[in-house]
């Protein structure tokens, strides 16, 4: 898999997620912030670009080309790219970034099985839906336009 895959799959994979280098002072001061926030906003997913050899220079790079911004902290909540430290650092000011953290990601009821966050119960439902809507037009194409007869 390439850079360009597991950033993104990382970014739809994670609540809060920050790619940062172990000993920028703005990636430090960005993980406090987050590590004082309530529940699992203190614990994001962090990727320390400077210990990951080449495949953390390739991220950089990819990330510059994603959002424009070519610095660490590199920082996404909820699929959002938020910024910087000093991006987080405002919205926490403002009084927004714990609302930011809480509010519920866009749904992932449909996202693969076997992935964090999805449904296979809702996705088989969906299946056996369209499996019967499926099943009534075939029957009514096959009767000549009319709609099939119900049984008694």
């Known amino acids: 898999m390439g850079v360009k895959q597991e950033v993104d799959q990382a970014i739809a ?4 997620l920050v790619y940062s280098k172990s000993y920028c002072p703005h990636s430090r001061r960005a993980k406090r912030l987050l590590a004082g926030l309530p529940g699992k ?18 991220t950089q790079a990819y990330l510059g080309e994603l959002t424009g911004q070519r ?13 910087g430290a ?13 609302s930011l953290v809480a509010e519920q ?23 056996l839906i369209l499996g019967g809507l499926g099943s009534y037009y075939y029957r009514r194409v096959r009767s000549g336009g009319q709609a099939p007869k119900q049984k008694a």
Do not use: C, W
């Open 71 to 83: 610095t660490v902290p590199n920082i996404f909540i909820h699929q959002k790219h938020i910024g």
């Open 41 to 58: 906003a203190s614990s994001p997913v962090v990727y320390e670009l400077d210990e990951m050899g080449e495949a953390g220079v390739a």
């Open 86 to 98: 000093d991006d987080l650092a405002h919205l926490d000011e403002a009084g927004v970034l714990r």
């Open 13 to 16: 994979a994670h609540a809060i």
């Open 105 to 127: 990601p866009p749904s992932r009821l449909f996202r693969g099985m076997g992935q964090e966050g999805g449904s296979p119960l809702v996705l088989l439902g969906a299946v």
